[in-house]
């Protein structure tokens, strides 16, 4: 294990923050020629395609990606959106293709990325790595086969745009399903700033100056002090002045109806930038059935910690009365708020409910259901995905290479088709990082949970496991939107054989 000190003299001196074992293999790596990596638009991914099948049934979606202005309780902003905010919900069963029309009417590039889910490489919408950006005024075709049920949601992959209104749900039903559930709500999580106190550019740069920006004066959207023990420390950087379900802040919460004794499923995805959100139903508790799409033993809960990009579903059954589904954004004393309502009474403005100090759960508290768990085998490579950085400098990396969108493929991480990868994602600085790998589900080492985003508390790390099984170039990085755009990302490419 290594020491602090040692972390800290080598980030000083924006070299790796990583042990003598990753140094020897970078050494040895650059007297070898470098690695050739598949096409995404090669006979490769094409035959995984293939390979999936599928029913044939096909769901057709336009997304049309257009300034528009919403109504946030009163106050009216500008903002980038897919028509609402969230978009409407897409819907398919497993093995049904999307064809997603995208119509670029926004005054930049964009791209739409369908989050979670384990589809061609090509349409995984990653500018730079898996196609050209959709310029201003163009449209571009996705077209692909959702294999696995589960909760997954769309956003585009281009700058800081995430921390717009471009985002909705993506679910994809099981044909089989084996949960028994009255009804289901879809429920996403978001910090909003845009059009409120400025545009995600603009904090952006002013992120970007690192704090030396920041005392410069230009500031106005940082966050000091944010403190969380469930996050390890520091929360987030970014102040933001709303917080949101279903895109309605708690002055105009949305209402969920229903009667006494009905049996919810909740599907709660995190779409928020900067923010983690402690997710909890007043005077009801929660049993969490799937994390990131795949299913877990059914766990109990008074609360759900949700970072960026993960989902939780959880099965509820509904009280009389009308109830808090509160939303607090951890370490930010601020919350976001919906209702439910399945009987007469006071519509609840409280945000303080018990079940939010109650026990709350985290991945860690998760094992996978038998139907998820990675089929036993010998690891055939080793991965290390070191993160480090700090908020002083804004200088997030991994491997100590802050991502290039110019040189997409430097320092990208190498597997061969058909491998068994074991990923150590180590975190050597202080604040914790919601960590997301494209195109696969693995599963957290010693039979926790299968994810594809997972939190990195500071100072630890984590390890998964999974198979290559769907070659490509694969985007991996922080879902902190501010950290990855200032270069905490990598990429996950198959080598050619
Ligand atoms: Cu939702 Cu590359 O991420
Ligand atoms: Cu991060």
């Known amino acids: 294990m290594q020491s602090e000190i040692q972390y800290a003299s080598l980030t000083r001196r924006g070299f790796l923050a990583v042990g003598t074992g990753t140094l020897a293999a970078i050494a040895l790596a650059s007297c070898t020629t470098p690695p050739r990596f598949v096409s995404p638009t090669g006979t490769a991914v094409q035959q995984a395609e293939a390979a999936r099948g599928g029913t044939g049934r096909v769901t057709r979606v336009d997304l049309v990606a257009a300034p528009t202005q919403v109504d ?99 679910i994809v039903d099981d044909p089989n399903e084996p949960l028994v559930y009255d009804d289901e709500w879809v429920v996403i999580l978001d910090d909003w700033l845009d059009g409120v ?69 909740l599907r709660i995805i995190n779409a928020g930038s900067d923010t983690a959100f402690r997710v909890a139903l007043g005077g009801h508790r929660l049993t969490v059935t799937h994390s990131d799409g795949f299913p877990v033993n059914p ?117 061969t088709q058909g491998e068994r990868v074991r990923l150590l994602i180590e975190n050597t600085t202080q604040m914790w990082h919601p960590f997301h790998l494209h195109g696969h589900t693995y599963q957290h080492a010693g039979s926790g949970p299968r994810k594809d985003t997972s939190i990195i508390l500071p100072r630890r790390s984590l390890t998964v496991e999974f198979d290559a099984d769907n070659p490509g170039l694969w985007a991996a990085h922080c879902h902190n939107i501010y950290h990855a755009e200032t270069g905490m990302m990598t990429i996950l490419g198959y080598q050619t054989a």
């Open 72 to 170: 946030l309780a009163g106050t009216t902003a500008d903002t980038w959106s897919f028509g609402s905010v969230p978009a409407p919900t897409i819907r398919l069963s497993a093995g049904d293709t999307l064809l997603a029309n995208v119509r670029n009417q926004l005054p930049a590039d964009t791209s739409v990325h369908w989050h979670g889910l384990a589809l061609r490489n090509d349409m995984d919408g990653v500018p730079g790595a898996t196609q050209a950006p959709i310029g201003a005024g163009e449209d571009f075709n996705y077209e692909f086969v959702a294999a696995q049920p589960g909760t997954y949601w769309f956003h585009p992959h281009v700058g800081p745009q995430l921390d717009r209104g471009l985002y909705g749900a993506l």
């Open 299 to 415: 766990v109990d809960t008074d609360a759900i910690l949700i970072g960026m990009g993960e989902r939780y579903d959880a099965l509820v059954t509904l009280g009389d009365g009308a109830f808090p589904l509160v939303a607090a954004a951890e370490g930010k004393g601020e919350t976001a708020l919906a209702v439910v309502r399945t009987g007469s009474g006071e519509t609840p403005r409280a945000t303080t409910i018990p079940e939010l100090t109650g026990s709350v759960l985290t991945a860690n508290d998760l094992v996978a259901d038998p139907s998820a768990v990675l089929p036993q085998r010998t690891v055939d490579r080793e991965l290390t995905a070191t993160l480090s950085g700090s908020m002083m400098a804004y200088d997030w990396a991994i491997n100590g290479r802050r991502f290039d969108p110019a040189d997409p493929l430097a320092g990208a991480l190498g597997v």
């Open 197 to 265: 106190t400025g545009t995600p550019d603009e904090v952006l740069e002013e992120l970007r100056g690192g704090m030396a920006g920041m005392m410069g004066g230009s500031g106005g959207h940082m966050m000091m002090g944010a403190r969380s023990e469930l996050l390890g420390g520091d929360a987030g950087d970014v102040f933001y002045p709303l917080y949101l379900i279903n895109g309605r802040p708690a002055a105009d919460p949305e209402t969920f109806t229903s009667a006494p004794g009905k049996r919810i499923r």
